[in-house]
């Protein structure tokens, strides 16, 4: 058999996805040579006196390196997405951050209630990427006047990259609109490196301890369970580890900020197609408000 080699130009078709009923269409390999495919995604919205369907359409990868993980989609996302479908109220209005955004999914489910959503994430390729999906989908942002701003935003960085020659950067009204108004911050499905997620931690602190104001973080992840050799068992290290982190961010006891943590009941409505496993877990976590900026 003649062994299949990709080109940049090379269009791909049929493509499935594990997600039943979603829609395969035809892409292009991306610059580095991934396969990316677009999907569409049916949901129902319900409003109080109001039903109906929408289509939201992503471009991803269906297999990726470790380092290019957010290309794909997730279930942690698809669990925080309808969290947030099911809680408009919530959101109404506000201005939202989004770490470790990916595929920027949940930061356009969170557009059709919020304000502004900062859409963040590192890497030229899969802001690009993000932000070919929000223009995707400005049909449903759009009429809800929403509007999602795709940025950079390193964890493993202490400052904001605000150089106006690099796509993606933040500018100066961006950076105290999001330090002053920032009422919500959301993940899904960040951690499986234990580097990124203490970076993750890291960063969760610096921006609330700068933060005025009361914030809620949303944190979805899903519990991945793989066999080691170091246990010769089966366990669960990245999630391991990122309890062990949420435990600290608890216990923080410096007088700048102090975090309340729980799990939230995973038993809200399902508006996306996929499967909500026993293993996915959406975690609420919340800074109080006494306490002062260190800005």
């Known amino acids: 058999m003649d062994q299949i080699t990709f080109h940049y130009d090379t269009v791909l078709s ?10 395969h269409l035809m892409t292009r390999l991306n610059h580095v040579g991934q396969p990316g495919v677009y999907h569409m995604f049916r949901f129902r919205m319900c409003p109080v006196c109001l039903m109906y369907e929408s289509n939201l359409f992503t471009e ?28 408009p109220e919530m959101f109404r209005g506000a201005t939202v951050l989004e770490l470790g955004a990916g595929t920027g999914l949940t930061s356009i489910i969170m557009a059709t209630t919020a304000k ?38 390193d964890w493993l960085q202490h400052d904001l990259c605000a150089d106006p020659d690099v796509e ?25 490196d234990d580097d990124l997620t203490d970076g993750l931690f890291r960063t969760l602190y610096r921006l609330c301890s700068n933060f005025t104001h009361t914030s809620s973080i949303f944190i979805s992840i899903e519990k991945r369970m793989n066999f080691t050799l170091r246990h010769m068992d089966v366990s669960c290290e990245a999630y391991n ?3 062990h982190c949420l435990s600290q961010l608890q216990d923080q006891v410096d007088g700048r900020c102090s975090f309340r943590v729980e799990q939230l009941p995973s038993n809200f ?6 499967e909500r496993i ?8 919340w800074k109080n408000v006494s306490c002062p900026s260190i800005l």
């Open 278 to 285: 026993e293993q996915l877990f959406l975690k609420f976590t």
């Open 60 to 87: 991803h990868t269906m297999a990726t390196p470790l380092e290019d993980v957010g290309k794909q989609v997730w279930r942690g996302a698809f669990l925080l997405a309808d969290f947030i479908l099911s809680k």
């Open 14 to 23: 049929d493509v499935h996805m594990f997600l039943p009923n979603a829609r």
């Open 269 to 274: 409505a399902q508006f996306l197609l996929y």
């Open 116 to 153: 502004t959503v900062y859409c963040t994430d590192v890497g030229e390729d899969l802001l690009s990427m993000c932000k070919r999906n929000v223009a995707l989908n400005r049909h449903m942002t759009e009429p809800a006047g929403g509007e999602v701003r795709v940025r950079q935003l």
């Open 168 to 192: 993606f950067s933040w500018a100066e009204e961006e950076v105290a609109d999001m330090y002053d108004n920032t009422s919500f911050i959301i993940a899904a499905d960040v951690c499986y």
């Open 241 to 243: 580890h990122f309890r």
